[in-house]
């Protein structure tokens, strides 16, 4: 089986070969390079974190990004050895020939010379596999200079069994994050009924029971924060909780699932400067 839309938790993997009793393999690509560029390989099961190596026609590469700390000439990741960090950069036949009459995109996208910047840091591994540590593209730096991946911190949140979706935010003159956090509806009413409170779903236990239901989705939060590693600064330091899941209709997820920044950004404006209030900055 393979998998590559998201990066897959370490252990769910090992559970996946093990329950199933097959190969699970994980790729990395993006619709540019014609969906996958990377695949670990059946031979190498023992593994997890990383996203292999090149396919035989992908030729890649990690380029500097100063400005987030990673440079091609570091040596370790979190304590561990690695053999440089950057960004993705990949060429190679596979790849598209451009955004269809979006020029300005191609070329901010594509090099002259036929490199296409995945907006994707990475790092090669002790053993030279391509492990994904974040996005270059889409970090915010906080007031008190901290690069934030909210892609990361959200992943970390939603592993909390009661949030089904995170937005994370950060302004560059504050020094702390917000956050909108989407209950699970199936969570959050276990959770209300094994309260004894009375609910019909998970919207109701959000307008009804929210005050107590922010405590727990608090708590949750916390916990898969600090399991994750999330650093102080990283954590969101408020958040509202919203009732209805975001969704391609309601127009906060791309067709492939990906939240779109923007637009939440402009969604929650009101609720951004409010909790930016509450913290006093």
């Not at 380029?63 to 700390?69: C, E, G, K, N």
């Not at 010379?113 to 540590?133: C, M």
């Not at 727990?216 to 999330?230: L, N």
Request: some cysteine.
């Amino acid at each position: 089986m393979l998998t590559g839309s998201a990066p897959m938790a370490p252990e769910t993997l090992e559970w996946l070969r093990v329950v199933f009793g097959i190969p699970v393999l994980e790729g990395y690509g993006q619709t540019e390079d014609a969906g996958a560029a990377f695949l670990t390989s059946i031979h190498d099961l023992g593994t997890t974190g990383h996203v292999g190596s090149t396919f035989p026609s992908v030729e890649a590469k990690l380029v500097s990004a100063p400005s987030l700390d990673a440079r091609v000439t570091d040596g370790e990741h979190n304590g561990e050895p690695c053999h440089g960090r950057g960004e993705v950069w990949m060429r190679g036949p596979l790849l598209f020939r451009g955004y269809l009459g979006q020029a300005d995109k191609t070329a901010d996208t594509l090099t002259p010379d036929g490199w296409l910047r995945t907006g994707d840091l990475g790092l090669w591994d002790a053993r030279g596999r391509l492990r994904i540590i974040g996005r270059a593209k889409q970090q915010f730096k906080l007031q008190q200079g901290e690069y934030v991946a909210p892609e990361k911190v959200e992943g970390a949140y939603t592993n909390a069994a009661i949030v089904q979706q995170c937005f994370l935010y950060g302004d560059g003159l504050k020094s702390r994050c917000v956050a909108v956090v989407v209950p699970d509806p199936d969570a959050a009413l276990a959770w209300a009924r094994a309260k004894g409170l009375a609910a019909a779903d998970g919207a109701s236990v959000v307008r009804d029971h929210h005050d107590a239901l922010k405590g727990e989705v608090s708590r949750q939060m916390a916990a898969a924060g600090k399991e994750a590693g999330i650093k102080g600064f990283e954590r969101a330091a408020a958040f509202r909780l919203e009732a209805e899941p975001w969704d391609v209709e309601n127009g906060l997820l791309t067709p492939t699932f990906k939240l779109k920044r923007p637009q939440a950004e402009a969604k929650y404006a009101d609720a951004i400067k409010e909790m930016y209030a509450e913290l006093g900055e």
